[in-house]
Structure formats: structure tokens, C-alpha cells
């Protein structure tokens, strides 16, 4: 044994370098301890309720929300959206605030421009941005769907004309339409606006069957599932959760077609990738961005493929992962939620880098919506 | 994992061609020193002392290999629960520690140190973890065992020169399969 330890030396030490540094490194930066702290029922309904309050009190008079709040330096951010302005609209109707995102919906009335058969919401100086729009009509879709008032139903329809108006023949849909030249701005796409407009009118034909929006939005997500990313110079493929929303919807619309089944399942698995990693990653050096926003939308994204997955039985498989997934990164936005803070402008807030903006406790919001379905 | 990808990891991490570069293996025995008959045709008195002392190591190699295999099967679970790890991002990082160390092997395929620990490798413990924790004990000793007879069979072939031959393309497959894990638990939920 000794002539053996001293003849293979240099190799034996070379061996426990290696094993160690594999080790070490496969820890370290490739799988740490997946961390999902608790999410309760209780716990999840707290967390809703603080975020949603937190976007009422920022509510101005005039219906628009705080953008953001530098906890630093206890300043409002200036600067407004209308995509996110629709969206933290959409998250109010969907947990019962409903007086605050009529009051939202109140300016957004006033912001319509209208043309022919359709409508958009676009303020002075602003082109109209099909996202907004989109969110808008999924806001709207929302509210009929809590409070079971048709009011809005012409409004949502003119809306809706609008987005199908911007979606092109191969099923790209121009984001921004110029009320200075009165055409759509040609050759401009979204990041996130072809999901929403894809969201919205699967949501259309699920709310309003037999009116045909589910011709379109197959088209839309046809085009994302397969040729989004080459014809728009997508470096890589994104984690559309928007798209997840409207793959849930369409289902019950009208069924998803074999590619679109093979795309959810895709979104599905990267999703989950990055619960995962989160959950190993949050609150050290190689986390992915840790706002409210980045957080949520995964969660959105995750807690849509699972009802998606319920609801599809070629998808079954997916129901408890998603599941699983979908509680964990509701335990982390739970645990990176301020609660108790003193000053009304952080308490119920997520903050990273000590700012929050609206969209984080939009996302935040409708991500632990579906963590607390996951949960029932 | 599909039975054939943790097959060809098995192939790869075992590396029949290595473990006979590392055994001196595959040595060409002149024809016209070989005995006309019997079961050791080709061997000369010297050689046939030497291939039996091979055979020794060889199941020395398999033993450790065997054990190491083993182990990882059998702890996998417990190991990935005791330190919250989720099957899919083992995969990863399996999937990772293959890719580099086929890569190694590409670059220099001659194994050194002693003969015995020929698989005592962290890409063998990997993927035997990986296998194990994706599809369970009874496929991944299964896949690991013909991965096993395959460096047996490869090492008692004296007259098969080439086998050493074997290693780059063991460890091209290995560099494949460490990216196919990689793709495959990123894309898993």
C-alpha cells in the first residue's frame, strides 16, 4: 500500500483536485440547493393583498398609478406607461379592486383615439402601442369575467379590431400605429407585444365564441411558435409568458393544434428551467434580475401552463411539475415581498436594487394568483 | 432520459477504448509467432503470463468501475434529497462535467496513473447519479451493466489492435451526451 501511495503520488493528488474542484464547482455555480421557501394559502392571500394596495395608494386622481419609488432616496419615479398601465389594471380586476382599475379604465377612456371600426388607447404625443392595447382588452375581458357586467363589451370588440388590424398575413403584428400619418409604423415588432395581441384574442374567442378572433390568434401563435425569432433577429428564443396565457386561453377556445402543444410544452420546460434556477440562484451572485417584474412574469408564466395543463390532457404530464414550480417561485416572491415597512410607498412592494416600479407588483401579483391556485 | 441517451453515456463515460489504452491493451501479436490451435491462439509463453496478469487488472478495473457504478445508483436519491437538488438540474450538471471531461479525453485520450482506477472518474459517478435519480435502479444498472461488458469484451480481444482506437470516438459520444443532458434538463420542468 505505501509503495503504491508513493509510486502513484502525484496522480493520487492530481485525482483529489480534480474530484474536489468538480465538486466545488458543480455546487457552487450549477447546482446549488434548488430553495423554495414556504407559500400557505394564508401566506399567499397576505402577499396579494399587500401588493395590490401598494398600486391603490400610488392611484393619482387622475387614474394613473405610481411608476416607481426609489426606496433610497424616498423619490417617485417620473415617467409614464400604458402597456403597464393596462397591465396592473388587468392584475386589480383579477384579486376585486375593482374601483381602482375602473378609475384606471376612466383614463384610459379619455386616451382612445377611434378609427373606422376600431379604437385604441394612445395619449396625445403617443403612438398607439398594440401591448397596451392588448392588456387593455385582457383587463377588460377580466373584469367581465369577476363582476359579470357586459358594460365594456363594444369598447373590448373596437379595441380588438384594432390589434387584428396591426397583425400581418403571416401573423407578425406591427406594435406601434401613428395617429400623426393615421397608418401603422411599418416594419416595428415588440418584444412582448406580439405575445399580448395573441393573448388578447385568444381571450377574445374564449369570452366570445363564434365571433372567429380564434382565426387570428392561431395565426399569431403559428408565427411566435415558429418564425418570430429568425424573422425578428431574436438572439434566442424567449420565455414568453404572455404567449403561455394565450396558449391557456385558446385551448378552451378552440384547441391547440399539434404545434401548438409541442411550443407550450417548450415554454413548459423553460419555465420550469427557471424556477429552478431561481430558486438555486436567488439572492446570490449569478441570480438572473430579482425585480418583482422578472420574478412574476416566470410565475405567470408557469401558473398559465399549468391550468394549460389541466385543462389538456396531451399536456397531463406537466400538471404537477408545473405544479411544484409554480408554489415554488411563489414562496420566493413571498420572501422578497416587503411587508412592515413603515413607509406606505415600500410596504407591500418588491424591490431590487431598492426600486420597484408599478409592473413589478403587477407581475408579482398575477404570479402568486396562480401559485395560490397551484395550492387548492 | 431515454434509454439509449443513458446508454451512449454509459459507453462514453466508460470508455472501453481508454481503459484499454490504459491497460496496455490491444497490442499486435505477430502471426507468425502464434500457435496454430487453442483458446489463446496468438499468444507466445511471455505473452500469455502477460495477458493473463491483464485479465487480473481488467477485473480490477470492472470491480472499481462496477462499484463505482453501484453507488451512485444506489444514493442517488438520498444524496440529491439530503443536499435539495431536483433530478432535472443534476442533469445539468452531469451533463457538464461529461461534456468537459470527454473534451479531455479528445485531447489526450492515454490515461495515466494506476490501472485499477481506469473508471473511478466523476463522469462516471455523474452520470450514474443522473441515470439512477431520472429513470431509476433497475434501467441505469442495466444500461451501466452492458457499458461494463462492452470494456470487458473490448479489453479481452488481445488480437484487436485497434481497440485503442476506440477512445476519441468514446469520448466524441460522451461530449454529445454531455450536451444532450444540458439541453435536456433545461428543457425538462
Redesign the interface.
Known amino acids: 500500500m505505501a509503495s ?1 501511495l508513493r ?2 503520488r502525484g ?2 493528488i ?2 483529489a483536485v ?2 474536489v474542484a ?1 465538486v466545488a464547482v ?2 457552487a455555480a ?2 446549488p ?3 423554495c421557501p414556504p407559500a400557505t394559502p394564508a401566506a399567499v392571500a397576505r402577499g396579494i393583498d399587500a401588493g395590490a394596495a401598494w398600486l391603490v395608494r400610488g392611484q393619482a386622481p387622475d387614474g394613473r398609478y405610481m411608476y416607481g419609488f426609489h426606496r433610497d432616496t424616498g423619490q417617485e419615479a417620473t415617467g409614464y406607461n400604458t402597456t403597464r398601465h393596462a397591465g396592473v389594471m388587468d392584475a386589480l380586476y383579477r384579486v376585486g379592486r375593482t374601483g381602482s382599475a375602473d378609475a384606471g379604465l376612466a383614463w384610459t377612456r379619455r386616451n382612445l383615439v377611434s378609427r373606422d371600426d376600431w379604437s385604441a388607447l394612445a395619449p396625445p404625443g403617443e403612438q398607439a402601442n398594440v401591448g397596451a392595447n392588448a392588456l387593455l382588452v385582457v383587463a377588460l375581458l377580466h373584469r367581465r369575467q369577476a363582476t359579470g357586467d357586459p358594460r365594456w363589451d363594444g369598447l373590448v370588440r373596437r379595441l380588438s379590431r384594432f390589434i387584428a388590424s396591426q397583425t400581418e398575413a403571416d401573423g407578425a403584428v406591427l406594435q406601434y400605429w401613428s395617429a400623426e400619418t393615421g397608418r401603422s409604423v411599418p416594419g416595428r415588432y415588440g418584444k412582448f407585444s406580439t405575445g399580448e395581441a395573441f393573448f388578447a384574442l385568444a381571450l377574445m374567442a374564449r369570452t366570445f365564441p363564434g365571433e372567429g378572433w380564434e382565426v387570428r390568434a392561431h395565426r399569431i401563435v403559428d408565427y411566435i411558435a415558429t418564425r418570430r425569432d429568425r424573422a425578428e433577429g431574436n438572439a434566442y428564443r424567449p420565455s414568453d409568458h404572455w404567449a403561455a396565457y394565450g396558449l391557456e386561453a385558446l385551448q378552451a377556445a378552440d384547441g391547440l393544434t399539434p404545434v401548438e402543444v409541442d411550443y407550450a410544452r ?1 415554454l ?6 427557471l424556477v ?1 434556477y431561481e430558486s ?1 440562484h436567488a439572492g446570490r451572485s449569478l441570480a438572473f434580475s430579482e425585480s418583482g417584474a422578472s420574478l412574476g412574469t416566470v410565475g405567470e408564466g408557469t401558473a398559465a401552463l399549468r391550468r394549460l395543463a389541466v385543462a389538456d390532457p396531451s399536456l397531463a404530464d ?1 400538471r404537477a ?2 405544479a411544484e ?1 409554480s408554489v415554488c417561485l411563489g414562496g420566493i416572491l413571498l420572501d422578497r415581498q416587503t411587508i412592515g415597512a413603515a413607509d406606505p410607498r415600500e410596504r407591500g412592494a418588491w424591490f431590487d436594487g431598492g426600486y420597484t416600479q408599478m409592473d413589478d407588483e403587477q407581475h408579482a401579483i398575477a404570479a402568486l394568483i396562480g401559485t395560490r391556485e397551484a395550492l387548492r | 432520459m431515454t434509454f439509449g441517451l443513458m446508454l451512449a453515456g454509459f459507453l462514453g463515460a466508460t470508455n472501453a477504448g481508454r481503459v484499454a489504452l490504459g491497460l496496455g491493451l490491444g497490442r499486435t501479436i505477430p502471426p507468425a509467432a502464434a500457435p496454430p490451435t487453442g483458446a489463446l491462439a496468438g499468444l507466445r509463453p511471455a505473452g500469455l503470463r502477460e495477458w493473463r496478469a491483464d485479465r487480473r487488472t481488467l477485473g480490477v478495473v470492472l470491480a472499481a468501475g462496477a462499484a463505482l457504478i453501484l453507488a451512485g445508483v444506489l444514493l442517488a436519491d438520498p444524496l440529491l434529497d439530503a ?4 433530478p ?3 442533469r ?2 452531469a451533463g ?2 461529461l461534456a468537459a471531461m470527454g473534451a479531455a479525453t479528445l485531447v489526450r485520450p492515454r490515461p ?3 490501472a485499477g ?1 481506469l473508471l ?1 472518474t ?1 463522469e462516471l459517478a455523474c452520470m450514474a447519479i443522473a441515470a439512477s435519480a431520472d429513470e431509476g435502479v433497475g434501467p441505469a444498472l442495466g444500461a451501466a451493466a452492458i457499458a461494463l461488458a462492452v470494456v470487458a469484451g473490448l479489453a479481452l480481444l488481445p488480437r484487436l489492435a485497434p481497440a485503442g482506437r476506440a477512445a476519441p470516438f468514446l469520448a466524441a459520444l460522451q461530449v454529445v451526451v454531455g450536451v444532450a443532458l444540458v439541453v435536456s ?5
Open positions: 503504491f509510486r502513484h496522480w493520487l492530481g485525482q480534480l474530484w468538480v458543480l455546487r450549477v447546482v440547493a434548488e430553495r417548450w413548459a420546460g423553460y419555465f420550469g428551467w429552478r438555486q406537466l411539475p408545473l414550480r | 443536499l435539495d437538488i431536483s432535472e438540474s443534476f445539468i450538471g457538464i462535467v495515466g496513473g494506476p482506477a473511478v466523476p434538463g433545461v428543457r425538462d420542468v
